[in-house]
C-alpha cells in the first residue's frame, strides 16, 4: 500500500478552536435519547394507578366529600413527586451512561497530539484516523495509507471503500464510490491509517443531515421487559372483572354507590402490580450507574441480566491479565543477548537490531510493543531511533492472519530502498534466506523466552532496488537480524481475581495471539494451571464439533488470529456456556457480537469493538470484569427479591380488600388506605433492594441456568404462599378485631396488621440467610422506609382528622398489641419457610 509524504503536524490553537466551537456549536447530533421531568410526569399520569387515584378523588370530591377528596389529591402528587424522583435519579445514571461512552478523537491541537472528545472537533482541527476508529467528523484526507472506510451507514453498501489523499485540496463530495479524499462523520475506518482535516461538523456533516431520524430510534423492549408488561396487563385484567364484580356485589348487598365504587377502586389499585415495570427499569439503570463508577461502562442494559449467568471468561492476555506496560526486556543477535535492562551501552550490533525494529514500527500509535521500542530507543540510540535524513516511508504491508507482522518499505531518493520487518518468529523466519542453522537457533531462542513469560518479535531487513513493490513482502527475501524480547508483568490482582473465578464457578479461557509457551506461562503466574495450550493452526484444521469437544478440556488458546474468537465463543455456546468475551480491535467485532456479553477495552480498544460490545472495562483491568459479574448478580437477585415481595404484598392487599365482602363484614380498604400501603411499597421494592448488599455467598454459587427466568414459576409459587400465610392471618386478625371491637376501631387493628405484615414481608425477602443475617446486611435505606411507615401510621393513628379520613379509630394498645403479635407470626413463618428451603437445598 502506497503512503503519501507527511503533512505538517501543527493543527489549531487552542483560542482558535475555542472561537470557532462557540461560533459553530458543539460537534454533535440532537439528542432525543433522555426524557425531561415534563415527559416524566406526563407518561407517569397516564398509569392506571394514578388514574384510578384521580377517579377515586373526582369521587370523592362529586359525593359531597371534599376533606378525602383533597387529601387523596394530594397523595397523587405525593406519589407522582416519589415518581419523579426515581426516573429523575434513573434518567440521570442513562444520562452519564451516554456521557461517558461518548466517542473520543486524536487531535493535533498547539502541535501536540491530544485525545479529545469528539463533540470538542471544529472545522479546522487535524485528526489522526486508525484502523478502529469512528470517523468523528467529515473530513479531507491529507495522507493516507491503506485507507479503507465502512461507509455503510450512509450508503448502504456494506463493501468497504478505498480512500485518496488530497493534500492540496478537494471540494466536498457526496458519500459513496471509492478513491474520494473526504471521509464521513459516523463512518468506520476498517483498515489503515491517516490524517485529516476537518471540514463540517455536526448538523453540517453528512450524517447531520439525516441525523434526526437516527435520533428518534427507539430500541425495543427487551423479553423481560415484554414479559413482565404481559403479567401486569393480566393482572389489570383481572382486577378489573373482580373490581366490577365486588361492586355489583356490594349493590346487590344494599350497600351505596360511593361505598361499592370505593371499593372497587381499591380492589382494581390492589391487584395492580405497576411496581414491575419500575424495577425493571430502575434496577439495571442504577446499577450500570454504578458499574461506571467501578470503571465499568455498560452500554447495553439488557447485560446486566446476562452478567449473572456468564459461565466462561474468555479474555486477552496484553493489557488484561497483564499491566500493559511493555519494556523491552532483551536483545538477541546471533546467540549473543543483551540486557535491555541493565545500564551497560547497547553494543552496536544490537542497536542496529533495534534500529531496524523501529523502521517496521509506527512513531505515532497505539500498539504497546512498538510504544515500548521507542522508549528504549531514545534512551540507547542517537538521535532516539528517529529515520537518517533523506529516508522516507513510502510502502507498509499490514498483518493479516496469514502473515503476523508488519512490513514497511523506505526510500532515499529514486535508487535505494529498504525493508524492514517485524512480526512473529516463525512467520520472520519463513520470509528468510538466513540459512537452516541461524534460523533453528532463533526459533529455539523464541521458544526459551517464551517460557519465561516474555513475548517475543523476530526482526529481519531487505535491500533492494526502485521498481515495482510485490504483492507478498516474503519475495524480498530478508535476512534474520535477531529477536526482541518484552515483558509486561502480570497485574497483581489476578491470582485473587482468578480464585474468585474458581469459588464462582467460573471457567477462565486465555485466548492470546501469543507465542505458545509465553501463554502457558503467564497462565502459569495467573493461576490457570499448566495444561496444554491449542493454537490457531490446530483450530483451523477442526471443524465445529470436533473443536466444541477439544476446548472442553483447555484453558489457554495460543497464536490465535482474531477471525478465529468467533469459533472459539460458538464452541463454548454450542456446549450450552453463556460467555464473556473481551477485545480491542476491528476484527473482533464479530467475537464481541456473538458472545453473550461482549466486553471491549476503554484505554487501547477502537471505536469499532466498543461499539459491538455490551460493556466497556474503562481500565481494562480482569478484575473490574470480575467485579461486574458479582455486580450482575446481586442486580439480578435484588431484582427477583423485590419482585417477589411485590407479588408476595399484592396478595393480602388484594384479599383484605375481598375477603370482607364475600364473608359479609364491613369493607376493610379504601383508595386512601391503598394510597399509604403505596407509599411504602413503591420506595421499597425500587429503593431498598436496588441498595441491598449482595448475598455473603453469591460469588460462592454457580451462575444461574442459561433459561432460568427471573420471575418463573417456582418463584412466582414462592411469592403467592408468602403472601396466602400473610392474608390468612390477617383474616384471623380482622375476624377477632370485628367481633370485639366496632368497625372504625377494627378497621384500624386490621390496617395496622397490614402495615406491620408488610414490613415483615420486606425485611424477610431482603436476603436469603435467617433473620439474624438479615439485620447485620447494612442497608440504611431499609430502616429509612420502615422507620418512616411507622411514624405516618403512628400519625394517622393519633391525628383524629387523619383517622377519621381513613375511617379509623385508636383502638387500645392491648388491642393494637394483636397487629403486632400477627406481623410477629408473619415473619417467624417466613423465616420458617426460608429455613425449610435451605435445608431442602442443602441435601
Known amino acids: ?407 514497511h518499505g523506505w526510500a532515499r531518493g529514486e535508487d535505494a530502498l529498504l525493508v524492514a520487518a517485524k512480526g512473529a518468529p516463525e512467520t520472520i523466519a519463513a520470509m528468510c534466506r538466513s540459512g537452516a542453522a541461524r534460523t533453528v537457533a532463533a526459533l529455539d531462542a523464541a521458544a526459551t523466552m517464551g517460557t519465561a513469560g516474555l513475548r517475543v518479535l523476530a526482526v529481519a531487513r531487505a535491500r533492494a532496488d526502485a521498481g515495482g513493490w510485490p504483492a507478498d513482502p516474503a519475495a524480498f527475501g530478508f535476512e534474520l537480524l535477531g529477536l526482541v524480547a518484552l515483558a509486561d508483568p502480570l497485574r497483581p490482582d489476578i491470582p485473587a481475581a482468578m480464585a474468585a473465578c474458581r469459588e464462582a464457578g467460573l471457567r477462565v479461557v486465555m485466548v492470546t495471539g501469543d507465542h505458545p509457551e509465553t501463554a502457558r506461562a503467564i497462565a502459569r503466574q495467573a493461576g490457570l494451571g499448566d495444561g496444554e495450550a491449542v493454537t490457531g493452526e490446530q483450530i483451523a484444521a477442526l471443524d465445529d464439533d470436533a473443536l466444541a469437544h477439544r476446548l472442553a478440556g483447555v484453558n489457554v488458546c495460543a497464536r490465535i488470529a482474531p477471525q478465529q474468537k468467533l469459533r472459539i465463543v460458538q464452541a463454548y455456546q454450542r456446549n450450552g456456556a453463556v460467555v464473556a468475551m473481551t477485545g480491542d480491535g476491528v476484527n473482533d467485532a464479530p467475537a464481541l457480537r456473538a458472545a453473550n456479553v461482549g466486553v471491549a477495552m476503554g484505554r487501547r480498544g477502537t471505536d469499532v469493538a466498543r461499539e459491538a460490545a455490551e460493556l466497556t472495562l474503562l481500565d481494562d483491568r480482569f478484575a473490574s470484569l470480575v467485579d461486574a459479574i458479582a455486580a450482575g448478580r446481586r442486580i439480578y437477585g435484588n431484582m427477583r427479591k423485590s419482585m417477589c415481595y411485590v407479588m408476595a404484598m399484592h396478595v393480602p392487599i388484594a384479599g383484605m380488600a375481598l375477603l370482607p365482602v364475600l364473608l359479609g363484614w364491613p369493607v376493610m380498604l379504601y383508595p386512601l388506605h391503598i394510597v399509604f400501603l403505596e407509599l411504602v411499597i413503591d420506595p421499597a421494592c425500587s429503593l431498598a433492594f436496588e441498595n441491598e448488599p449482595a448475598e455473603a455467598d453469591a460469588m460462592r454459587r454457580p451462575p444461574r441456568g442459561r433459561e432460568e427466568a427471573l420471575f418463573g414459576r417456582d418463584a412466582m409459587l414462592d411469592a403467592l404462599l408468602q403472601g396466602l400465610w400473610v392474608l390468612a392471618l390477617l383474616g384471623v386478625l380482622t375476624g377477632w378485631a370485628l367481633h370485639q371491637l366496632p368497625e372504625p376501631q377494627a378497621r384500624a387493628v386490621a390496617f395496622t396488621g397490614l402495615v406491620l405484615c408488610n414490613l415483615a414481608l420486606l425485611l424477610s425477602n431482603r436476603q436469603r440467610v435467617h433473620i439474624g443475617g438479615v439485620l447485620r446486611a447494612a442497608n440504611p435505606v431499609f430502616w429509612t422506609i420502615a422507620g418512616a411507615a ?22 387500645a394498645p392491648l388491642q393494637l398489641a394483636g397487629a403486632g403479635l400477627a406481623a410477629a407470626l408473619a415473619l417467624a413463618g417466613l423465616e420458617l419457610r426460608k429455613a425449610l428451603a435451605a435445608r431442602r437445598g442443602g441435601r
Open 1 to 407: 500500500m502506497r503512503r503519501e509524504a507527511a503533512a505538517p503536524r501543527e493543527g489549531l490553537s487552542s483560542e482558535d478552536a475555542a472561537s470557532r466551537l462557540a461560533r459553530d456549536g458543539p460537534n454533535r447530533l440532537p439528542d432525543a435519547g433522555g426524557r425531561g421531568w415534563r415527559r416524566i410526569l406526563a407518561d407517569a399520569a397516564r398509569e392506571p394507578m394514578y388514574l384510578l387515584l384521580a377517579g377515586a378523588a373526582v369521587l370523592y370530591l362529586a359525593l359531597g366529600e371534599p376533606r378525602e377528596g383533597v387529601f387523596l389529591l394530594g397523595m397523587v402528587v405525593l406519589m407522582l413527586c416519589m415518581t419523579l424522583f426515581q426516573e429523575g435519579r434513573t434518567e440521570h445514571a442513562l444520562q452519564a451512561l451516554r456521557d461517558l461512552s461518548s466517542p473520543t478523537a486524536l487531535v493535533w491541537r498547539d502541535g501536540l497530539a491530544r485525545r479529545l472528545p469528539a463533540s470538542a472537533l471544529v472545522e479546522g482541527d487535524l485528526v489522526e484516523l486508525a484502523e478502529g476508529d469512528r470517523v468523528p467528523a467529515d473530513a479531507l484526507l491529507l495522507e493516507e495509507a491503506g485507507l479503507l472506510v465502512d461507509e455503510s451507514l450512509l450508503t448502504g453498501e456494506s463493501v468497504p471503500v478505498g480512500k485518496h489523499a488530497a493534500p492540496q485540496g478537494s471540494p466536498p463530495a457526496v458519500p459513496g464510490g471509492a478513491g474520494l479524499p473526504w471521509v464521513y462523520s459516523g463512518t468506520l475506518v476498517v483498515q489503515g491509517h491517516g490524517l485529516a482535516r476537518v471540514g463540517a461538523t455536526g448538523v453540517r456533516s453528512e450524517i447531520g443531515r439525516i441525523g434526526a431520524t437516527l435520533g428518534a430510534i427507539v430500541p425495543p423492549p427487551s423479553r423481560l421487559q415484554r414479559e413482565t408488561a404481559a403479567l401486569a396487563r393480566r393482572f389489570a385484567v383481572l382486577g378489573a372483572i373482580v373490581s366490577a364484580a365486588l361492586v355489583a356485589l356490594l349493590l346487590v348487598r344494599g350497600s351505596g354507590w360511593l361505598q361499592a365504587l370505593l371499593a372497587g377502586i381499591a380492589l382494581s389499585m390492589s391487584m395492580l402490580p405497576e411496581e414491575f415495570p419500575v424495577i425493571l427499569t430502575v434496577f439495571p439503570a442504577i446499577g450500570a450507574w454504578r458499574l461506571a463508577r467501578s470503571r465499568v461502562l455498560t452500554r447495553r442494559l439488557a447485560a446486566i441480566e446476562i452478567l449473572g449467568s456468564t459461565s466462561v471468561l474468555c479474555v486477552d492476555k496484553t493489557g488484561t491479565l497483564t499491566e500493559n506496560q511493555m519494556a523491552v526486556a532483551a536483545l538477541w543477535r546471533d546467540g549473543v543477548v543483551h540486557d535491555a535492562r541493565a545500564e551497560a551501552p547497547m553494543p552496536a550490533a544490537h542497536g542496529e537490531l533495534l534500529e531496524h525494529a523501529l523502521r517496521a514500527s509506527r512513531q505515532l500509535g497505539s500498539d504497546p510493543m512498538e510504544a515500548a521500542l521507542w522508549r528504549l530507543a531514545s534512551a540507547a540510540l542517537p538521535g532516539g531511533g528517529a529515520p537518517p535524513a533523506g529516508w522516507t516511508l513510502v510502502q507498509e504491508y499490514g498483518l493479516t492472519p496469514q502473515r503476523l507482522a508488519l512490513v
Open 790 to 811: 411507622l411514624l405516618l401510621l403512628a400519625a394517622v393513628l393519633a391525628v383524629p382528622q387523619a383517622a377519621a379520613m381513613l375511617r379509623l379509630a385508636p383502638p
